[in-house]
């Protein structure tokens, strides 16, 4: 079992850059796949970026592509997701989560969730 917390979120202006980070307990984090999801208000979770377990392998919706970067360290159990260019439309509870089975951009294929970020983009 592993447990998620994410970390660093907050307000920023369009166009600004902000680094979410996603610390997991345990010594298997770098068995997981990893992935991150986000939930704005009244709107379903949707899926964000995901990375392999080694980082040699990353997906992004095409709404953050070339705008976000998914990466990882194993030696400190943490998984980042560094935002630039951002847009109010990227307002959202930001969410990290865990697989063992496969890279996934299905929230329903992931076993563990943290308690999310808050992620304020002003115009």
């Known amino acids: 079992q592993v447990q998620l917390v994410e970390s660093g979120g907050g307000l920023v202006q369009a166009g600004g850059s902000l680094r979410l980070s996603c610390a997991a307990s345990?010594?298997?984090?770098?068995?997981?796949?990893m992935g991150w999801f986000r939930q704005a208000p009244g709107k379903e979770r949707e899926f964000v970026a995901a990375i392999s377990w080694s980082g040699s392998s990353t997906f992004y919706a095409d709404s953050v592509k070339g705008r976000f970067t998914i990466s990882r360290d194993n030696a400190k159990n943490t998984v980042y997701l560094q935002m630039n260019s951002a847009k109010p439309e990227d307002t959202a509870v930001y969410y990290c989560a865990a697989t063992r089975t496969v890279i996934t951009t299905q929230k329903s294929r992931y076993d563990y969730w943290g308690q999310g970020t808050q992620v304020t983009v002003s115009s």
């Open positions: 345990g010594r298997t984090f770098s068995s997981y796949f």
